[in-house]
């Protein structure tokens, strides 16, 4: 009887070679530097990935919707009684609401933003430093959204200064009806814009 050894061709016989080539270079053991090396570059891709995601709560005032990063909210209750406050009420401070204890004062978000706001507002979002919070009333808050920050986009022009310039970008958020942009706020721009109505 023929040997099989010898009865395979030259080609076979040189791919039978590649692959015991092949199978004792992924059997031999990976020096710890290299292995080292490989666990970095796996963290590093991780972390990229990790790092391209924001948090952002999307909430609409009228019939617009808007965000703003989830970490520069203090905190979202519900719309508690706004009491005036004499000769310093004005279209955008609405007045001072005690929001979880706290006496807070308000401000209208549409009128400094020049949108109109619904008839009802069902939650206030806290926003500001320590000693210098704000709260303001949104008609809905749809709830906090993880975005991919390398698909968001700089405001066109005439957006960026609308409202003293509060829109840092706009991100893709998905709704029932679609994914659309929505301007995601500067929590500390819009503090102050409130703040000044008060000057």
């Known amino acids: ?4 050894q010898h009865s395979l061709t030259p080609a076979a016989h040189d791919g039978e070679h590649a692959l015991a080539r092949m199978r004792a270079l992924l059997d031999r053991p990976l020096p710890p530097e290299e292995i080292r090396a490989n666990t970095e ?16 709560l999307v909430f609409a005032v009228g019939g617009e919707h808007f965000a703003l990063e989830a970490d520069s ?13 004499p000769h310093r009420t004005n279209p955008v401070f609405a007045g001072i609401a005690n929001v979880a204890g706290e006496l807070t004062p308000v ?8 949108v109109d706001s619904g008839p009802v507002q069902s939650h206030f979002i806290v926003i500001g430093a320590v000693r210098a919070r704000w709260a303001f009333a949104a008609d809905r808050v749809d709830g906090v959204r993880r975005i991919d920050a ?3 986009v700089a405001p066109p022009a005439t957006v960026r200064h609308a409202g003293d310039g509060c829109t840092q970008y706009l991100a893709p958020v998905e709704f029932a ?4 942009l929505v301007a995601v706020l500067d929590a500390a721009r819009v503090a102050a814009l409130f703040a000044r109505s008060l000057a």
């Open 1 to 4: 009887m023929d040997d099989p």
């Open 41 to 56: 570059l796996v963290a590093a891709s991780g972390e990229t990935a990790v790092a391209r995601m924001r948090s952002i």
């Open 73 to 85: 909210t203090h905190r979202v209750v519900h719309a508690s009684v706004i009491r005036r406050v």
């Open 107 to 114: 401000g209208r978000l549409g009128a400094a933003l020049g």
């Open 150 to 152: 390398s698909r968001c």
């Open 177 to 180: 009806e679609g994914e659309r």
